[in-house]
Nanobody, 125 residues
Framework: VQLQAFGGGLVQAGGSLRLSCAAS????????MGWFRQAPGNEREFVAA????????YYADSVKGRFTISRDNAKNTGYLQMNSLKPEDTAVYYC???????????????????WGQGTLVTVSS
């Protein structure tokens, strides 16, 4: 699976952005998908994840209630809708996919083997 994340940009605090993750390869629809982010000087951290059918979603406490993860397997695309953005959301956002539909820990980077190149989100105060 090859992943490409896009949709990042500059937005004011309180604004919204929608990230997309376009996947190639026939296994995406049977893979869990996650979004992670990395701010300068910080480790890459979990943001959100969704099961392969989309029936289960998981969020970091810092984004719960503001971000929504979704996917359209027919289009081989995943999404991250980000509302009420804060300056602390500024980071490079990466989408990732698991090797199979089974994931032991949706919150762990170790369970994702395919990674996109990242898209920069900058939230100004």
């Amino acid at each position: 699976v090859q992943l490409q994340a896009f949709g990042g940009g500059l937005v004011q605090a309180g604004g919204s952005l929608r990230l997309s993750c376009a996947a190639s390869g026939r296994t995406f629809s049977s893979s869990a998908m996650g979004w992670f982010r990395q701010a300068p000087g910080n480790e890459r951290e979990f943001v959100a994840a969704i099961s392969w059918r989309g029936g289960s979603t998981y969020y970091a406490d810092s984004v719960k209630g503001r971000f929504t993860i979704s996917r359209d397997n027919a289009k081989n695309t995943g999404y991250l809708q980000m509302n009420s953005l804060k300056p602390e959301d500024t980071a490079v956002y990466y989408c990732a996919a698991s090797r199979t539909s089974w994931v032991s820990n949706y919150y762990s980077r170790d369970d994702y083997v395919y990674w996109g190149q990242g898209t920069l989100v900058t939230v100004s105060s």
